[in-house]
C-alpha cells in the first residue's frame, strides 16, 4: 500500500496568516491526489481533486499543487471556519489511503 | 445525493459488523462506493469500494479479506460486513460517492457516519 505522511501534524495560525500542508507518497502518483476538510464533529469534505482542481463551492483562498510524490495545500488568509482538520488521500492505486491530517489551531 | 449509514451501535468480538448506507436523491447504479472508517487513533482508513451496475467494471474491488461490500440495487443501498472483529475495528464507518472519471478522482459525498463499538 502507499504510504501518505502529511506535514506538520498541526499548527497553530491566526485569521488572516498563510497556511501550507505538505502531503508526500511514498511512491509516485502522478497527480491523483484529493485534499478533504474535517471541522470538529463534521463529515470530512472534499476540497480538492487531482491535486489543484478546487471543488465548486471551495473558497478560492484554498489552492493545491504537486505531482508525482510531494503535494501542498496552501490556504491563504485564513479565516475562522478553516480551523480543521485536512487530510489528504491518494487515489492512483487501490487502496486509496489517506495521510494522517494535520489539524490547523487557532 | 445523500447517503445515511445505520449501523448496529455495539458488536461483540468475533462477531460480523454489519453496516448498512441508504442512499437518496439518486441510484446507486452506475457509480463507485466505498466505505471508509475513522478512529481517533488512526485516522481515516479505507476498507473498500464497489462499482453498481455493469460487467467487468475498471477498476474493481479485488476484495479486502475481512470486508465484504455488496449493492442492493432494490433498496438503493450498500452495505459493508466485516467478520471477525475485534476492538481494533471500534470506528466511525462512512460510506461515500467515489467520482471515478478521466480527471476526477475522489469521494466526492459523504455520509453522516454511524460510530460501532466492538466490545
Known amino acids: 500500500d502507499i504510504q501518505m505522511t502529511q506535514s506538520p501534524s498541526s499548527v497553530s495560525a491566526s485569521v488572516g496568516d498563510r497556511v501550507t500542508i505538505t502531503c508526500r507518497a511514498s511512491q509516485p502518483i502522478r497527480g491523483w491526489l484529493a485534499w478533504y476538510q474535517q471541522r470538529p464533529g463534521k463529515v470530512p469534505r472534499l476540497l480538492i481533486n487531482a491535486a489543484s482542481s478546487l471543488q465548486s463551492g471551495v473558497p478560492s483562498r484554498f489552492s493545491g499543487s504537486g505531482s508525482e510524490t510531494d503535494f501542498t495545500l496552501t490556504i491563504d488568509s485564513l479565516q475562522a471556519e478553516d480551523f480543521a482538520t485536512y487530510f489528504c488521500q491518494q487515489t492512483n492505486n487501490f487502496p486509496y489511503t489517506f495521510g494522517q491530517g494535520t489539524k490547523v489551531e487557532i | 445525493v445523500q447517503l445515511q449509514e445505520s449501523g448496529p451501535g455495539l458488536v461483540k468480538p468475533s462477531e460480523t459488523l454489519s453496516v448498512t448506507c441508504s442512499v437518496t436523491?439518486?441510484?446507486?447504479?452506475?457509480?463507485?462506493w466505498a466505505w471508509i472508517r475513522q478512529t481517533p487513533g488512526k485516522g481515516l482508513e479505507w476498507i473498500d469500494f464497489i462499482y453498481s451496475g455493469g460487467h467487468n467494471p475498471s477498476p474493481a474491488s479485488r476484495g479486502n479479506g475481512r470486508a465484504i461490500v455488496s449493492v442492493d440495487t432494490s433498496k438503493n443501498q450498500i452495505s459493508l460486513r466485516l467478520s471477525s472483529v475485534t476492538a481494533a475495528d471500534t470506528a466511525v464507518y462512512y460510506c461515500?460517492?467515489?467520482?471515478?472519471?478521466?480527471?476526477?478522482?475522489?469521494?466526492?459525498?459523504w455520509g453522516q457516519g454511524t460510530a460501532v463499538a466492538v466490545s
Open positions: 436523491g439518486g441510484s446507486v447504479s452506475g457509480y463507485y
Open positions: 461515500a460517492k467515489l467520482e471515478y472519471t478521466f480527471s476526477f478522482r475522489a469521494l466526492q459525498i
